[in-house]
């Protein structure tokens, strides 16, 4: 079956890194427009120039599929979503807008949770993964290194850290899912988790 309806990323193929999250209602020809229509090319926003830039290297960005939908009306509250996920996690993307246009991409906390319930368990593919272990931020030196939100977040997923939230039972394999679903910071949430509060909005969690 032809997938039509998706949120899809554009990868730099030269580093692995994301940089362009988009919503597609024509399947993979609307990825691969940001290179083969002129139109599109001769643009001159960011995500173009950087696009320009691949292909002069040689090369063309690599594209992967993160979710899939049955509607195009779903399409704007997802773009927002995968768009403040991974800028949550750092990524350098290209977007200039948070994602939504043509569409209401309200991003309501109702659509949040939603969205957030369909991805619990969601195994990431290795794309998804190669993105998030590829972030390098801070110093580089073997002594002092600073690890990166993505790096903290990749040895929690390895060493078992797990959240659970004890009013519901729901339990997620990281903190960016936890907070993403219950609409609160990841800040209040570790806060939460470290002991330092006993509730946030009135919801209590622990690591499992």
Known sequence: MTRKFIIYGLIDPRDGQLRYVGKSCSGMKRP???WLEKRQLDRKDRCHSWVKNVLVSGHVPEIEIFQECNSKEELPDLEVFWISYFKMICCNLTNMTRGGEGGHGENSEITRRKISTALIGRPLSSSHKAILSSRKFGNKNAKGSVRSQEQR?????????????????????????????????????????????????NLRFSYV
């Open 153 to 201: 977040e990749l040895i929690s997923l390895r060493n078992g850290h797990r959240v659970k939230c004890l009013n519901d039972g729901l339990t997620f394999c990281s903190e960016v899912k936890t907070a993403f679903h219950y609409s609160i910071s990841r800040t209040s949430l570790k806060r939460v988790l470290n002991g330092e509060l006993d509730e946030w909005k």
């Open 32 to 34: 691969t427009s940001h």
